[in-house]
């Protein structure tokens, strides 16, 4: 028996954005998961955790209509703040924190989630993009087109 197409068709991708009353980060975060899904055979969805729609649980749910148990979650934020260490992890269900959102640095943030996370599989939480040296050669490839 094939366990890793086995274990394959039961796993679900969360790409995580923050969300943005204008499109582009929210067409950012699509694109990125359209060239992720194309390679992959997991199935993949985008949720924001603010703002833009679909929400975090939206996305899970989606998922979990799928059959998945477990999804994957990557933030897609280069490193961590109070979003990624705090919300987000309250949003899905992972910390026992219930309190409402905070004003953090005086950037207060209004979570319009109605809907909530409605899986009862595993959730991985994936550390953010952080310090890569592809995202490097990105920056570098930017630099070389400017000059």
Avoid: C, W
């Amino acid at each position: 028996m094939d366990t890793n197409s086995n274990s394959k068709s039961k796993v679900g991708v969360l790409l995580v954005g923050h969300g943005s009353r204008l499109p582009y980060g929210k067409d950012v975060v699509t694109q990125i998961a359209n060239i992720y899904r194309s390679d992959e055979d997991y199935p993949v969805e985008v949720g924001f955790m603010n703002m833009s729609k679909p929400s975090i649980p939206e996305a899970v749910n989606k998922l979990a209509e799928t059959g998945v148990d477990k999804i994957i979650v990557t933030p897609v934020f280069l490193a961590h703040g109070v979003h990624t260490k705090q919300d987000i992890p309250r949003i899905l269900g992972l910390t026992n924190d219930h309190s409402e959102d905070h004003d953090h640095e005086g950037h207060p943030h209004h979570h319009e989630e109605v809907e909530k996370v409605e899986f009862d599989g595993e959730i991985v939480y994936t550390e953010p993009l952080g310090a890569d040296s592809r995202i490097a050669a990105i920056i570098e490839d930017r630099v070389k087109d400017a000059l």
